[in-house]
Protein backbone atom coordinates (compact mmCIF):
# COMPACT_ATOMS: atom_id res chain seq x y z
CA UNK A 1 0.00 0.00 0.00
CA UNK A 2 1.37 3.42 -0.96
CA UNK A 3 0.83 6.85 0.43
CA UNK A 4 -0.04 5.14 4.32
CA UNK A 5 1.57 6.48 7.82
CA UNK A 6 3.67 5.12 10.10
CA UNK A 7 0.97 3.34 12.21
CA UNK A 8 -0.52 1.97 8.96
CA UNK A 9 3.11 0.31 8.12
CA UNK A 10 2.62 -1.22 10.68
CA UNK A 11 -0.65 -2.87 10.51
CA UNK A 12 0.09 -3.58 6.86
CA UNK A 13 3.45 -5.42 7.89
CA UNK A 14 1.33 -7.39 10.30
CA UNK A 15 -1.11 -8.32 8.03
CA UNK A 16 1.96 -9.45 5.60
CA UNK A 17 1.32 -6.22 3.20
CA UNK A 18 4.07 -3.93 2.26
CA UNK A 19 3.19 -0.47 3.77
CA UNK A 20 5.04 2.78 1.67
CA UNK A 21 5.31 5.96 2.87
CA UNK A 22 3.54 8.68 0.34
CA UNK A 23 5.81 10.12 -2.46
CA UNK A 24 5.77 12.92 -4.44
CA UNK A 25 8.87 12.03 -6.29
CA UNK A 26 7.18 11.26 -10.26
CA UNK A 27 10.00 8.67 -10.63
CA UNK A 28 9.58 6.88 -7.54
CA UNK A 29 6.23 6.37 -8.32
CA UNK A 30 6.42 5.23 -11.50
CA UNK A 31 8.99 2.46 -10.33
CA UNK A 32 6.30 1.41 -7.78
CA UNK A 33 3.38 1.45 -10.05
CA UNK A 34 6.37 -0.71 -12.36
CA UNK A 35 6.86 -3.58 -9.67
CA UNK A 36 3.45 -3.89 -8.66
CA UNK A 37 1.69 -7.48 -9.76
CA UNK A 38 -1.84 -5.97 -9.27
CA UNK A 39 -3.20 -2.53 -8.68
CA UNK A 40 -6.62 -2.19 -6.42
CA UNK A 41 -8.47 0.77 -6.21
CA UNK A 42 -10.78 0.26 -3.21
CA UNK A 43 -12.44 4.05 -4.28
CA UNK A 44 -16.56 4.13 -4.30
CA UNK A 45 -16.59 7.61 -5.31
CA UNK A 46 -14.27 9.29 -8.22
CA UNK A 47 -14.29 12.01 -10.60
CA UNK A 48 -11.62 10.63 -13.05
CA UNK A 49 -9.68 7.86 -11.01
CA UNK A 50 -5.84 9.16 -11.41
CA UNK A 51 -4.19 7.06 -9.67
CA UNK A 52 -5.91 3.87 -11.51
CA UNK A 53 -4.88 5.83 -15.16
CA UNK A 54 -1.06 5.91 -13.59
CA UNK A 55 -1.00 2.55 -12.49
CA UNK A 56 -2.25 1.32 -16.19
CA UNK A 57 0.10 3.92 -17.66
CA UNK A 58 3.10 1.39 -15.88
CA UNK A 59 1.55 -1.39 -17.40
CA UNK A 60 -0.28 -2.51 -13.62
CA UNK A 61 -2.97 -5.19 -14.02
CA UNK A 62 -6.02 -3.41 -12.68
CA UNK A 63 -8.95 -4.08 -10.34
CA UNK A 64 -11.26 -1.59 -9.56
CA UNK A 65 -14.97 -0.76 -7.75
CA UNK A 66 -17.94 -0.21 -10.62
CA UNK A 67 -18.93 2.90 -8.89
CA UNK A 68 -18.74 6.62 -10.26
CA UNK A 69 -16.46 7.24 -13.09
CA UNK A 70 -13.74 4.37 -12.32
CA UNK A 71 -15.29 1.73 -15.11
CA UNK A 72 -14.76 4.15 -17.79
CA UNK A 73 -10.93 3.52 -17.08
CA UNK A 74 -11.15 -0.09 -17.93
CA UNK A 75 -13.72 0.06 -20.43
CA UNK A 76 -12.73 -2.25 -23.37
CA UNK A 77 -9.43 -3.71 -21.62
CA UNK A 78 -9.23 -6.88 -19.76
CA UNK A 79 -9.15 -5.75 -16.15
CA UNK A 80 -11.40 -6.05 -13.59
CA UNK A 81 -14.17 -4.04 -12.82
CA UNK A 82 -16.09 -5.39 -9.43
CA UNK A 83 -19.15 -4.48 -7.26
CA UNK A 84 -18.11 -1.96 -4.44
CA UNK A 85 -17.21 -4.03 -1.04
CA UNK A 86 -17.57 -7.36 -3.41
CA UNK A 87 -13.19 -8.58 -1.66
CA UNK A 88 -14.45 -12.53 -2.74
CA UNK A 89 -14.50 -10.85 -6.34
CA UNK A 90 -11.69 -9.04 -6.14
CA UNK A 91 -9.28 -12.08 -4.73
CA UNK A 92 -10.77 -14.04 -7.10
CA UNK A 93 -9.47 -11.35 -9.85
CA UNK A 94 -5.94 -11.56 -8.18
CA UNK A 95 -6.00 -15.15 -8.79
CA UNK A 96 -7.30 -14.63 -12.50
CA UNK A 97 -4.36 -11.74 -12.77
CA UNK A 98 -1.62 -14.13 -11.28
CA UNK A 99 -2.76 -17.30 -13.85
CA UNK A 100 -2.85 -14.81 -16.52
CA UNK A 101 0.30 -13.06 -15.75
CA UNK A 102 0.86 -9.58 -15.86
CA UNK A 103 2.39 -9.48 -18.94
CA UNK A 104 -1.19 -9.92 -20.74
CA UNK A 105 -2.57 -6.21 -19.31
CA UNK A 106 0.73 -4.28 -19.57
CA UNK A 107 0.92 -3.17 -23.46
CA UNK A 108 -3.02 -3.23 -23.57
CA UNK A 109 -3.20 -0.68 -20.42
CA UNK A 110 0.04 1.57 -21.62
CA UNK A 111 -1.43 2.10 -24.72
CA UNK A 112 -5.77 2.87 -23.66
CA UNK A 113 -3.74 5.34 -21.64
CA UNK A 114 -1.59 7.00 -24.04
CA UNK A 115 -4.46 7.02 -26.79
CA UNK A 116 -7.16 8.34 -24.79
CA UNK A 117 -5.35 11.13 -22.16
CA UNK A 118 -2.66 12.21 -24.43
CA UNK A 119 -2.11 15.63 -23.20
CA UNK A 120 -1.13 17.35 -26.62
CA UNK A 121 -4.77 15.03 -27.64
CA UNK A 122 -6.45 16.39 -25.15
CA UNK A 123 -5.41 20.00 -25.50
CA UNK A 124 -5.85 19.72 -29.22
CA UNK A 125 -9.94 18.63 -28.97
CA UNK A 126 -10.50 21.32 -26.95
CA UNK A 127 -9.06 23.82 -29.30
CA UNK A 128 -11.00 21.99 -31.90
CA UNK A 129 -14.32 22.41 -29.69
CA UNK A 130 -13.59 26.12 -28.87
CA UNK A 131 -12.91 26.99 -33.51
CA UNK A 132 -16.11 24.59 -33.85
CA UNK A 133 -17.88 26.63 -31.25
CA UNK A 134 -17.23 30.00 -32.96
CA UNK A 135 -17.79 28.97 -36.67
CA UNK A 136 -21.24 27.77 -35.44
CA UNK A 137 -21.88 31.06 -34.07
CA UNK A 138 -21.32 33.30 -36.72
Known sequence: ?????????????????????KTDNRE????WYSACDVFFNPSVEETFGLVTAEAMACG??????????????VKNTDNYCVEPHN?????????????????????NNINKIVTMYDQAKQYQKYVDLYKNILVSCK
Request: charged share 30%.
Open 87 to 107: LDDVVECIKDIVKNGKEKYQN
Open 60 to 73: APVILYNSTASPEL
Open 28 to 31: ELTM
Open 1 to 21: MIGVNREQIELCEKNEVSGIN
